[in-house]
């Protein structure tokens, strides 16, 4: 695959993922289209060798993998590790309510977005909502309204002289969206908007009441390159659908015999411990269904390795003092190792050697970040994963910059050189061993 046609489809998958609803759904397409098959964890299973398999759980977590040919009991899988959700703007339940002629929505903070960089944006709203149709039966559907219906406009200067001094934003108060004029007498009423809109989608569907949702609100701007010679990304939610991406391209693009596993998790940005998170059942009952004698599952896990995706902090040229001097990942100059005496990292010594063969062999330089010292790290999925069942562990990602703001960035090369790096991790005959 060339890099430009890799970052075209990465596009589409950014605009067609605006939740981590949407960002499985768009990934079970694709995992579809190249013949994986879809189980479901209420159903029993028969797995068969040289076959690829998915699950859903919650909507919002996805795993695939692939099996060897023979005896892929006896065998370690090759395990990539990802988030699909972002930071954002999460609806209330009692979403609606009206100020001075404007109809605003209600929000809550999901996670921990730069929040200053979501006023005076195109907003729009996408998400799950579980509704009563016709019939009397629940139905979950995933919805998007696509074109911008919502703005938190900021205050006029004019208005707040101290607002180029590090004002404080207040969550409670000033982070409500507008959503809509009132005209006349007419009440807006936030359900009957929903349904009309899921009508729009979904024809077929008559719903009766709305039960429940989980919706966010994102920005409409398109991803799109930036800087003289295109030499940038720039785009919503590259935390971490970036990697998203690249698992699930490797997974559906790359051919070998051998046992492979990607999961995408979801809910790291509020802490992981959920059915859907890494701190979650998900990755374990998985693999206990593929290898279900206790003995030969260990073994396999130990002799696993796993690659922990999640973007990293590149080095900002106007803040370059909040970077340790010795560690200074540049854009567009190849993925970036995490490590931390802490472990809030899984990258040990020993992963490390293994993570920086494989990429040299991909032709792929390997850079390396640590926080410094008077500053608190922030930690991946990959300690929960290494913790909970013992696998070997890198935490890897790209390079960016403006993490978690609505608009973020990074190198126009660094998805696709991640990309080589784990294209060859899937492929390579062995994984690379150490006497320990
Ligand atoms: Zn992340």
């Known amino acids: 695959m060339q890099e430009n046609h890799f970052n075209q489809d990465f596009f589409q998958f950014l605009q067609g993922s605006p939740t981590p609803f949407h960002a499985v759904s768009s990934m079970a397409g694709k995992l579809r289209d190249a013949g994986f098959h879809q189980v479901s964890e209420t159903e029993p299973w028969t797995l068969a ?5 998915f699950i859903i759980r919650d909507n919002g977590a996805l795993a695939a993998f692939t099996l060897a040919a023979k005896d892929y009991q006896d065998q370690g ?5 990802t988030h699909t959700d972002s930071p954002a703007l999460q609806l209330k339940p009692l979403a609606g309510k009206t100020s001075h002629s404007f109809f605003q929505l209600g929000v809550e903070v999901y996670g921990g977005p730069l929040l200053a960089t979501w006023f005076d944006r195109d907003l729009s709203i996408a998400g799950r909502v579980v509704c009563t149709t016709t019939d009397n039966s629940l139905s979950t559907l995933l919805v998007d309204f696509k074109r911008p219906v919502a703005i938190i406009p900021s205050l006029a200067i004019n208005l707040d002289r101290e607002a180029n001094n590090g004002r404080a934003i207040n969550k409670q108060n000033e982070l409500t969206p507008i959503f809509s004029q009132i005209t006349g007498a007419d009440a807006l009423n936030f359900s009957s908007i929903l349904a009309e809109q899921i009508n729009k989608e979904y024809p077929d569907t008559q719903v009766a009441a709305i039960m429940g949702f989980d919706l966010f609100c994102y920005d409409c701007q398109p991803p799109s390159f930036l800087g003289l010679g295109n030499e940038f990304i720039m785009g919503s939610r590259l935390d971490n659908l970036l990697s ?3 698992g699930i391209t490797a997974m559906t693009e790359t051919r070998a015999d051998n046992n492979r596993l990607l999961i995408c998790y979801n809910h790291e940005e ?12 998900f990755l374990h009952s998985i693999l206990k269904r593929i290898i279900p004698d206790s003995v030969s599952r260990h073994r396999a896990l130990r002799g696993s390795f796993f690659i922990s995706m999640d973007n990293a902090h590149g080095v900002h040229p106007n803040f370059s003092d909040k970077s340790d001097p010795e560690h200074m990942p540049l854009l567009n100059h190849g993925p970036v190792l995490k490590t931390n005496a802490n472990q809030r990292y899984a990258t040990t010594s020993v992963s490390s050697a293994i993570y920086k063969t494989i990429a040299a062999e991909a032709g792929v330089v390997t850079q390396n970040f640590v926080m410094r010292n008077d500053m608190a790290c922030g930690s991946t999925i990959g300690p929960h994963t290494a913790a909970i069942l013992g696998i070997p562990t890198v935490d890897v990602g790209a390079p960016t910059l403006a993490m978690h703001s609505i608009r973020e960035m990074t190198g126009s090369h660094d998805p696709f050189l991640l990309y080589k790096t784990i294209n060859r991790f899937l492929t390579r005959d062995h994984l690379p061993q150490t006497n320990g």
């Open 49 to 53: 060798p040289g076959n690829s398999y």
């Open 77 to 81: 899988f090759r395990i990539l590790g």
């Open 244 to 246: 998203c991406f690249v």
């Open 270 to 281: 509020i802490g992981s411990i959920t059915a859907a998170g890494a701190q979650g059942s």
